[in-house]
């Protein structure tokens, strides 16, 4: 899953979890053959995670931020052609579903403290908005907060 280009992955601690359980549930639903699945960008925008990833083409269904004041409301435009199947009563595609598992976690992100990864709630008195549990918000204030990149502790 980590193979091949990707253009950064950047990640908290507090998701950590949550990621390792995402990944094994795309791992489930691709089977033996992974068939050119990949991440291509993990990041934190707007308090959230964002999961990128590609696979023979099929690219998540873009994430349009709504920001108004402080508050970030996350769309999902279904691209065109892409119409759910159960229409005809057949199961969506494995893009569609992984879609739908990484959205899942995305938003679930919303409420995790970026550090622990205990319910958090976004912090609303800085432009950079972080998720933070009860602890780790007041070490935030007091200047303390320990980071919670992987990327920037271990270079
Ligand atoms: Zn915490």
Do not use: Y
Request: overall charge negative; some cysteine; glycine content about 8%.
């Amino acid at each position: 899953m980590f193979a091949g280009e990707n253009i950064g992955l950047s990640f908290c601690r507090g998701w950590f979890p949550l990621f390792t359980q995402l990944c094994e549930e795309i791992d489930a639903l691709l089977g033996p053959d992974k068939r050119g699945f990949h991440w291509v960008q993990l990041k934190e925008k707007f308090g959230s995670a964002r999961f990128n990833w590609e696979m023979n083409g099929h690219r998540p269904a873009p994430m349009i931020n709504l920001i108004s004041g402080t508050q970030v409301t996350m769309v999902v435009r279904r691209s065109s052609g892409s119409s759910p199947a159960e229409a005809d009563g057949s199961q969506p595609s494995i893009p569609r579903r992984i879609d739908n598992l990484v959205q899942q976690a995305t938003l679930a992100t919303r409420s995790l403290c970026i550090v622990c990864g205990k319910p958090g709630i976004p912090n609303q008195e800085e432009p950079w908005i972080l998720v933070l549990c009860d602890e780790h918000a007041i070490q935030h204030r007091q200047g303390e907060l320990e980071s919670a990149w992987f990327d920037k502790e271990e270079q």
